[in-house]
């Protein structure tokens, strides 16, 4: 108990909060990136899609 204590009252290193808002501007940079390349994923998505159904009716 006495080590769980000693943990929760150091405060070298980084805190919760601190972790918190690296964690919503990773998430803001990522929902950033994927709403400006949104039409470059969908094509990337329907190429693939479209060769991987053409694969699979060649050999059938």
Do not use: P
């Not at 400006?36 to 991987?52: C, K, M, S, V």
Request: charged fraction near 10%; aromatic fraction near 4%.
């Amino acid at each position: 108990m006495n080590t769980l204590k000693a943990l929760w009252n150091d405060e070298q290193g980084a805190s919760m909060a601190e972790y918190a808002l690296l964690m919503a501007l990773i998430a803001v940079a990522t929902i950033g990136a994927i709403t400006a390349l949104r039409d470059q994923i969908i094509t990337i998505f329907t190429d693939a899609t479209t060769t991987l159904s053409t694969a699979g009716s060649a050999g059938s």
